[in-house]
């Protein structure tokens, strides 16, 4: 088994990467698209076309972003990032650049772990040769082809400014350009030594996106499905986002776990399924979630003795409830935050913006905010614009399958399972496809609440939103989760006088938890990522080989030796033993098919098979001496002549032994064989008695 | 090794369907139903001969119950399979059912559940699929009303009980495999159709149908609680063909009619309601509150959009009205047809359907009413019946089959009078609508599934005793299959596959895994390209070699697979040398 990290990922949007070779399948491991790397491009609005003329506005860098602390790192004295250093042209999409090292025709499976991990999928789809099978849960499918949809029709717009280009290379790409790029903003999209062209794509198309979508075969929680007979593929939810799971993969020579980003606070979707990850022969981790979050290493130590106790091993029941009552509340407490920042810039005559970023995350904040809402007696319209949000919210409403318990109530109470049906249905919320609703403008003078894409702040709504109340102080932007310093994202919209709240909702296993949960799973062999080895240590009579991988290198798991079969045992007992008592073994001589069947070899037995052929098939180590032979066929009533053969190397026959009667047969006697040919199967075992008593009585 | 098959209800007789399975030690209760013609000990199935003292909870490793929710009609069938796996046994367990035969017979599948569970206590684990958990309790709560208030018996069960008793239930999604223990493990396959209104087949197709798989170390088991082999055959056949089953448990009511065409009935139903709304009268459908009326809600407001009817339909069912809540969130559970012109267009959402109130009942003009219950037994249909019954220009639309003993069944007669009770007595002039029933898979149904999944075993619960022994016969004679229909109570022990595991040798597998092809000059006509040619051996012997592998077993009882050269190899020196 080799296991090549490609990429360790950039937060919740960007999930890692990865290519696994299982007993020669060649396994890829989410193929995401890094939507931050989308920063460095200016975003288009009418007030942008004469944007490059304008005066520079110098306005006190603080002042930007609020109550926002630590600015932006600038090392050189080089260009200052402003709004003018973007880049006017129509982006490029940067997908995981070390893929493209692989030839796409020699992947065979393709599993997607998450909503996020389809993004960069129709890029690989439309390559030619590309015959891999995907496969992914249903709802991230839906999730994703949602997301991929939302994508196409944003940068629809930038392609109606930008207009048709004459080349294929743009010009922005050539090197005196690139070069004039900010070097923060460079090394952005194009990474830190600028290796990373080669990874950029102009976007896939509508149709590709229809056409990778038709590919995926799409699967239930711990749904197994079979690839080629080799290879049993489960998925089992990570508790992160809907759809979103761990895999394991089950292969004659082993299972291996996949465990993505996971979550134990899932108060929104189906918990995490840890329990189906116990005792792998080979676990990947690849939450790489942890590192972000700064967490006392101190603490640790403590809270992972506790928890060894907590996890519970349920002995049955889908999934262990395991909750941290203190890590909900918090989460609750930044959501109640965010809604009172929401309400009190209301009162104040603001408008509220609310990119979406995490789904879960957005329909609990959709809930709360409304929640607020009605409960501080105000009347504020909450406006949802994206071009999927009806399908969105339709979709997100049908399944209960994949959400928590207690959403799971509220399907058994007859409830439905997000407040939005309910407050679609009294007109609290409205959905529009664009911003150039009527509707939406005729009605945005009062203070509103705006859920819109892109959270990246360079595509859809939120551009023509920022750019016309970016100068409003009273108004609020709530950006959520993001991996780029937001002065950067908030570029474009300098100078800014609108408050901005910044929160980092991060589901991860955090770090603290990491050790005790590898140690309930209890892999025989583990791959952790180099990065965490300064943080996480593995003694070693827990864990017995540890192995750390990096980005872009090769690791070489050994895998279980040997094969097993399956042999049906039943006709088993039939078996015709040989005893060889110096070698202390028994010997038995069948005919049977190999077959693979759901990772498992199995050996049918195939006893008709004999008995039409006429042949009889045993074993024995001597030669038979051709005179004691024949005075035992004549011992048998056994008429038997002898015609010698000439050797030669072709031949490994040294006679022929016809017997005429009672019965005709042939007996060919070689150097490592004897052969019986008759036209029954009765006869064949009688001649064959004759023929091992001799065996037998040497 | 052996599969125990105790038949607790449905042995040789329709109704109550129980049947506990012991493979290994795991005893697993499929369906937990009850008797609806019998009120006394008898209604129940019996619950001691699974534990004489009483210790459900270590006799029993989990509760199934299949057959999701059904309907008290005659054309709803649901499909689904439920495979066990246990050890290396495999059963099937299927079902086909007809609604129209006994009525209330979702209460075969799940009516003593409750009982079982609350007042036998049994507090194992319970499987049942999500459209099932949601709509079991309005189904249990609507009996146990039945039973208390109409028929005035002591109450077995109450609210509360129903209550606890579905927090027990773990809901499954299809194909989910869910590990009930260590050993055990179970999956729902969605599985084939179900048909006779094909319209409505796309539609309901699925809700609560599922194929449940199980499994305990290797041995596997189906059990498919109802199936269709007729012209469609899906079967969710690429699910369970590469099944090798040790047991069928299979259902054999079966009718013998002849399949006739469901679009004739469909029309003939709604040209009959149209005539009556246009000529002015009201048109009362007696029908329970969840899956038929559903479906015939689904096919009357696509009518009235297409024929731009205007008439009013009212609903009157608080059940319905809840139920149909479900059916918008369990759409995924629905045919693709639905689930496609989702979400521009929820097909439960009506648009020609209005809310029921009282006034409706007076207020002059043509309507449409859907009343519960169904076979017009009391409720709102037969205070909806006695003011309406006497006015020629009524229709009365029974979508199901009535019991003997109710109005429904009377009226089926077309009597000039009905005779409530002594003192109350109905002139009926309206016009009477049938639905006709028509059971369309017959024993071929069985065979073909039989024939299919050529399991070694063939048990048939749930039918009529003259009907069972002669699909026995048929069953024995055509293919050859030990079949079996034990009576209730009775125990049917079957043996089961067990598999020896071995260890390949790496040459052999080479050999299997990368077949040679050369072919040799060679005149056998025995010959075959796919064998595991060894080229040091002349032609003939090339065919006596072919799938020939050596079986060792070794001192330490190990079995290990070799190929034909390691095998001299081993024997070392004992070999036979010129």
Known sequence: MEFTCLSKGRGSHFPPCHILNLGGIKILLDCPLDLSALTPFSPVTTAFYALPSLEEDKVDANNDVGSMAVPAKRQKIENQPDNKTLIFAEPWYKTVMNLHLWNPSFIDVVLISSPMGILGLPFLTQMKGFSAKIYATEVSARLGELVMRDLVSMHKELKQFYGPTETDFPVWLRQEEVEKIPSVLREIILGKDGTELGGLRPLYSEADVNDCVLKIQKLKYAEEVCYNGILVIKAFSSGVEMGSCNWILDSPKGDVGYLSNSSFISSQVAAFDYQSLQGTDTLIYSDFSSLNSTEDVKDEENESVQLADKLPMSSHGLVGLYHNAKEDSEEMEKLAFICSCAIESIKGGGSVFIPINQFGIFLQLLEEVSKAIDASAMKVPIYIISSVAEDLLAYLNIVPEWLSRQRQERLFDGEPLFDHVKLLDDKKIHVLPNIHSEKFWMHSREPCIVFCSHWSLRLGPVVHLLQRWHKDPKSLLILEGGVNPPQLALLPFKPMAMKVLQCHFQPGIGLRRVRSLLETLQPKTLLFPEEFRPHISFPSEKFRSVLYYSEGKTSKVSCKDGFELKIPATPASNFYWNAFKEQEINLARVNGELIIENARYHLLLDNTEKNSNGRTNSVSFRKPELEKLLATFSNFGINASVEHQKMNSESQIQCLIHTADPYKAVIEIGTSSVVITTAGENVASHLYKALDSVLKGN | ?578
């Open chain 2, 1 to 578: 090794m052996a599969i125990e098959t105790l038949v607790l209800g449905a042995g040789q007789e329709v109704g109550k369907s129980c049947v506990v399975v012991n493979i290994n030690g795991k005893r697993i209760m499929f369906d937990c139903g009850m008797h609806m013609g019998v009120s006394d000990h008898r209604r129940y199935p019996n619950f001691s001969l699974i534990s004489p003292t009483g210790d459900f909870d270590t006799a029993l490793s989990c509760i199934i119950i299949t057959h999701l929710y059904c309907i008290n009609t005659l054309f709803l069938r649901f499909h689904y399979f439920l495979i066990i796996k246990i050890s290396h046994s495999l059963i099937l367990y299927s079902y086909i059912f007809f609604f129209g035969i006994i009525c209330d017979s979702h209460l075969d599948h799940l009516g003593a559940l409750v009982y079982f569970t609350e007042v036998c206590g049994f507090h194992g684990p319970i499987y049942m699929t999500y459209p099932t958990k949601a709509l079991a309790p309005l189904m249990l709560e609507d009996y146990r009303k039945v039973l208390v208030e109409r028929r005035g018996e002591e109450e077995q069960f109450n609210s509360d009980h129903i209550a606890e008793c579905m927090k027990k239930v773990i809901a499954v999604d299809l194909r989910q495999t869910i590990q009930v223990d260590k050993d055990l493990q179970i999956r729902a396959y969605y599985a084939g159709h179900f048909t006779l209104f094909e319209y409505l087949t796309l539609i309901l197709k699925v809700l609560g149908a599922a194929m449940f798989h199980a499994k305990v170390g290797d041995s596997e088991m189906v059990y498919t609680g109802d199936y269709n082999m007729t012209p469609d055959r899906h079967l969710g056949a690429a699910q369970i063909d590469r099944l090798r089953l040790d047991l069928l448990i299979t259902e054999s009511t079966y009718g013998t009619t002849i399949r006739d065409s469901k679009y004739a009935r469909e029309r003939e139903f709604l040209d009959a309601v149209h005539k009556c709304v246009s000529a002015g009268g009201k048109v009362l459908i007696p029908t329970f509150g969840l899956g038929r009326a559903q479906e015939l809600c689904i096919l009357m407001d696509d009518y009235w959009e297409r024929m731009n009817l205007k008439v009013p339909i009212y609903f009157s069912a608080g059940l319905t009205k809840q139920a149909n809540v479900y059916y918008k969130m369990l759409i995924n559970w629905t045919s693709q047809k639905i689930k496609d012109s989702y979400p521009t267009n929820n097909a439960f959402d009506f648009k020609n359907v209005c809310k029921y109130e009282r006034s409706v009942l007076d207020t002059p003009g043509p309507c449409v009413l859907f009343a519960s219950p169904g076979m017009i037994s009391g409720g709102l249909s037969l205070e909806v019946f006695k003011r309406w019954a006497p006015f020629e220009n009524t229709l009365v639309a029974l979508p199901g089959y009535c019991l003997p003993g109710t109005v429904g069944h009377v009226l089926m007669s077309k009597p000039p009078k009905i005779e409530l009770d002594p003192n109350t007595k109905i002139d009926v002039r309206c016009q009477v609508h049938q639905l006709a029933f028509s059971p369309h898979t017959d024993s071929k149904g069985i065979m073909d599934l039989i024939k299919f999944l050529s399991p070694k075993h063939v048990i048939l619960v749930h039918g009529e005793k003259p009907k069972m022994v002669s699909l026995k016969e048929k069953i024995h004679s055509e293919m050859g299959i030990p079949c079996y229909h034990p009576a209730n109570n009775e125990t049917v022990s079957v043996p089961s596959t067990v598999y020896v595991k071995a260890q390949a040798s790496d040459a052999f597998m080479e050999r299997c895994l990368k077949p040679n092809f050369k072919l040799h000059k060679c005149s056998s006509q025995e010959l075959s390209i796919k064998t595991l040619t060894d080229k040091n051996i002349v032609p003939e012997l090339q065919v006596i070699n072919e799938k020939a592998v050596f079986i060792v077993e070794d001192k330490s009882k190990k079995l290990k697979v070799v190929h034909n050269d390691e095998v001299l190899v081993m024997l070392g020196e004992k070999k036979t040398e010129d």
